[in-house]
């Protein structure tokens, strides 16, 4: 497949890439042999993953969870090229997943060489933030590998048997898939701020009536909803990695009021922000 692929980070047990596909006129792609575990999180554009009788239907909030050994092809359904980040594992590293989650029927079935899940708000997140980390250089090694940690367990816990979702359907995705793709971008960029609807809806070139009824078919969630996950999940990690007050956790995660943070991060973990922070320090 013609793209451009770039190595953003390596450690000791993966490597995190850039892949950018660049076929303009290519339908599907000749077969290629993986010799990997990857989790590959699909940022842009539409594609079909042909694997082994699976073909698994690709775009913005999708996860590809893929084994090593195998052959598979992609067929592009979209004029707008793919784009994903891919976290490519060593295979002690691999060993060390199926230590954790060999159990789990991803493993267990060896006719499953590969599978796609939709990701939630906070796994989105996570995805963005160690972008975020490595790109801009700020992140130590151990902080993003603790984060490479917790999206692993984040995506392995929410494999199920795959299934297309119905709703979004070919013509759904190519007039609106740019409209997701431009409001998670700006949702992710800004989450901390103070944001409107019609803001938003603006930036993804939208009316807001119908921004919000796209955005819940595509993620599952109103745009609110999507919206305090972030907000609640960059809360929990900097409660797990600082020493920071409760109160500007809350405020830098986009909180104005500490009782409704407080409210709304008891009904996401079941307990106080508080005591997550020393529960998080104790393990």
Do not use: W
Not at 77 to 85: A, K, N, R
């Amino acid at each position: 497949m013609d793209a451009d692929i770039h190595t953003l980070y390596t450690s000791d047990l993966y490597r995190i890439l850039d892949f950018k596909c660049r076929c303009t006129d290519c339908r599907t792609s000749k077969p290629e042999y993986n010799e990997t575990f990857c989790i590959s999180f699909v940022r842009k554009g539409n594609f079909v993953f042909n694997v082994f009788r699976h073909a698994l239907d690709s775009y913005t909030g999708c996860v590809l969870i893929t084994k090593p050994e195998y052959e598979r092809t992609v067929t592009h359904t979209h004029e707008v090229p793919d784009e994903c980040t891919i976290f490519e594992f060593s295979n002690e590293m691999l060993q060390q997943i199926k230590e954790q989650y060999g159990k789990t029927v991803f493993f267990t079935n060896k006719d499953l060489h590969s599978t796609l899940i939709r990701a939630d708000a906070e796994t989105e997140f996570l995805h963005f933030y160690i972008t975020e980390l490595v790109t801009s250089r700020a992140g130590s090694r151990l902080q993003i590998d603790q984060l490479v940690l917790d999206m692993i367990a984040k995506v392995m816990l929410h494999i199920t048997d795959y299934q297309p979702d119905e709703k979004i359907h070919a013509r759904l995705k190519r007039n609106h898939l740019i409209t997701i793709e431009r409001a998670k971008e700006y949702m992710m960029q800004h989450f901390a701020g103070d944001i409107s609807l019609k803001e938003i809806a603006t930036y993804s070139l939208v009316s807001p009536f119908h921004f919000s009824r796209i955005f819940k078919t595509f993620t599952g969630s109103s745009p609110h909803q999507f919206l305090l996950s972030l907000r609640l999940r960059h809360a929990a990690m900097l409660l797990q990695n600082t020493a920071l007050p409760l109160s500007d956790i809350a405020y830098t995660s986009g909180f104005n009021s500490m009782e409704y943070f407080h409210a709304a991060f008891r009904r996401r973990y079941q307990v106080p922000p508080s005591q997550y922070m020393k529960m998080s320090k104790i393990s």
